[in-house]
């Protein structure tokens, strides 16, 4: 090709004395080359070499991507585990609250009397104890009339400025069979807790507000009594809480939450509440 190439340059050079010559040539190319007298230039067929087959790729950059199916439209939705309410962080005396708890317990099982028609109770409000509008909750103190044991009002004659001091005014009253007074976000309530058997049957009812400064309330009869009755002197009661009230007191039914006034510590008492509930041996047979 170098030859061919360097002959016809230097033709051209000397064109006059060659040009026969030229001809000749270009008929030679044209003939060779092919109708067009193009130069077509063929390479040699590549292979792909082992380093790049299949193979080698795979263990480079993974098996191929699967794509999930589609989940079917009726398939259940994935079970999501329970939020379990972090305590700890309402309030941080946990050990007063096992202590109440089992004090509790054993004064149920222990004194009889509790089965029986109880003393009215009293709830009265110093002047001292002015419910603030400004604080969440102010728990007064109360006591019974007839009962040995007073509401301990070191612990809940002062006024509540947090969750902790809250909940263990509301374990206190519960732990005595008494009842909390409450203002709760600036309007009166009162929060009503029953002990009866040694079920351990706990109900909470709410009164509707404003109510007077001193109220008296008549405790209800033991479940064991098909005459369940309850009065009160003064204060109204919302008639639907007080029937499922009285449709309840005849049922076994362990512990039995009706209303909760303490919405920011629901998930506190009832965690409290469901740790009362007493773990009865199975029957045998």
């Not at 098996?63 to 305590?87: G, H, R």
């Not at 009397?113 to 104890?129: G, K, R």
């Not at 009166?188 to 109220?215: C, H, K, Q, Y």
Request: proline share 7%; glycine share 4%; with cysteine.
């Amino acid at each position: 090709m170098s030859v061919v190439a360097n002959f016809y340059f230097g033709a051209r050079i000397h064109a006059p004395k060659v040009s026969m010559l030229l001809r000749i040539l270009n008929c030679f190319l044209a003939s060779s080359l092919g109708a067009s007298g193009q130069i077509t230039l063929s390479t040699p067929r590549t292979t792909v070499p082992p380093s790049l087959s299949l193979s080698a790729l795979t263990a480079v950059t993974g098996p191929p991507v699967t794509l999930p199916k589609p989940k079917a439209e009726n398939s259940p939705p994935p079970q999501l585990a329970p939020m379990t309410p972090d305590v700890t962080s309402s309030f941080n005396s946990t050990f007063f609250i096992e202590d109440l708890l089992h004090q509790l317990r054993e004064e149920l099982q222990a004194n009889a009397t509790i089965n029986t028609i109880l003393t009215p109770f009293e709830i009265e409000a110093s002047d001292d104890d002015v419910a603030d509008t400004n604080l969440s909750a102010t728990v007064f103190r109360g006591y019974f009339t007839g009962f040995d044991s007073p509401v301990r009002k070191d612990r809940c004659s002062h006024k509540v400025v947090d969750n902790n001091v809250t909940l263990q005014c509301l374990i206190t009253f519960l732990n005595l069979k008494s009842i909390a007074y409450a203002t709760v976000k600036g309007e009166e309530r009162a929060l009503v807790i029953v002990t009866t058997s040694v079920e351990d049957v706990i109900f909470l009812m709410e009164l509707e507000g404003p109510l007077d400064r001193m109220m008296r309330l008549y405790q209800f009869k033991s479940v064991l009594d098909p005459t369940v009755k309850s009065q009160i002197v003064e204060g109204s009661v919302r008639a639907k809480w007080l029937n499922e009230f009285k449709s309840q007191v005849g049922q076994n039914i362990g512990i039995q939450l009706m209303r909760i006034l303490y919405r920011d510590f629901r998930q506190v008492i009832n965690i409290v509440l469901s740790r009362m509930s007493p773990q009865k041996p199975e029957k045998a047979g």
